[in-house]
Structures are given as C-alpha cells and as structure tokens.
C-alpha cells in the first residue's frame, strides 16, 4: 500500500475511472451541458476518487492493465474527433469556484494528475 490507503491497484483504476469521465466530459461540454462530474465534486474528489476504484478496479492485474490500456486509448480516439477549435472553446460552462469549464481544462487536469501519480510510483518504487 501506499498513497494512504490506495494500491497500486486502486490507482491505476482510479486512472481508468478518470479517463471514462473524460470522455463523457468532453461530450457534456460540446453539448453544451456541464460535465456530469461536477455533480460529484468535492476537495480533492474524495468521494469520486472512491467509487471510481470500486468500480475499475479488477482483481485480475492482466485484466486491470488491459482496461487502463483501453479506457487510455478510447480516450485518445475520442479526443481526436474533436475539432481543434472546440479544445479551448468557451461553453459559458463555469466550476462549483466559478472555473471556466473547457475541453482543454479537463485534459489539463488529467495530464496533471497522471504525471504526479507516475511520480508517486516511482517513488514508491525507490
């Protein structure tokens, strides 16, 4: 264990979570609805962080690395379909703080988050 109380385990699932989320942020904004995520904020989405693990999170590693891999690259084919201009587009969609809500915004932030979990386990792996 390590990150608290969350495995390796838990947060590669944690990551396959986020990157489904992702997906669906980006069609809510271009729709033009706010992202169903934002129902589920809270500091730091505790809570979200939570169910997301409970439910990407096999017991199987083969079949835990075959989902990262999967939701990563439904993630990546979905976001190529995006026309350029929408990535920064502003929605008029605002965060609980009054954020402007983007495409770009969304991304950004799971870029953020995968570098500093990928920190997290290479320094758990020293």
Known sequence: MFLGTWSIKDLLAHLVGWD??????VNDIRAGKPPRVIEH???GWVKYNAELVR????DNWVELLE???QSHQALIERV???PAE???KDFG???PNGTNVTIEWFLQFEIEDEGRHYQQIQDWLK
């Open 41 to 43: 904020w809270d500091p």
């Open 67 to 69: 989902a990262i891999r």
């Open 93 to 95: 969609l605002r965060s």
């Open 55 to 58: 439910r990407y999170k096999p």
């Open 86 to 88: 929408d990535i920064e």
């Open 20 to 25: 489904y989320t992702n997906i669906d942020a």
């Open 80 to 82: 190529e379909t995006v």
